[in-house]
């Protein structure tokens, strides 16, 4: 799963393709508890501390993009090994 990104201030600045790709394998999506914004979730990038926080159309919906961004950042995660090393 790649996330787009787009600089724009105006709507006459918003393009058809996206400009920045970025994989967000080992990201955490959240979904906060907050009454004052049931339709917000956020994405973190914990390696470099960058949290992008999103609104949605309800509350339900930030439910579903919560619940789809959190399968996509566990599909990708690398496995580690669990033995680097074999001494046979």
Known sequence: MCLCSRSV????????????????????VVLPDDPEHPDIFQLSDPD????????TSSRFHAILWHKHLDDACKSNRPQIPTNLMSFE
């Open 9 to 28: 201030s105006k709507p006459s600045q918003f393009k058809s393709s996206a400009s920045k790709k970025v994989s967000i394998a080992g990201w955490m």
């Open 48 to 55: 470099k501390g960058n949290v992008y926080k999103f609104q």
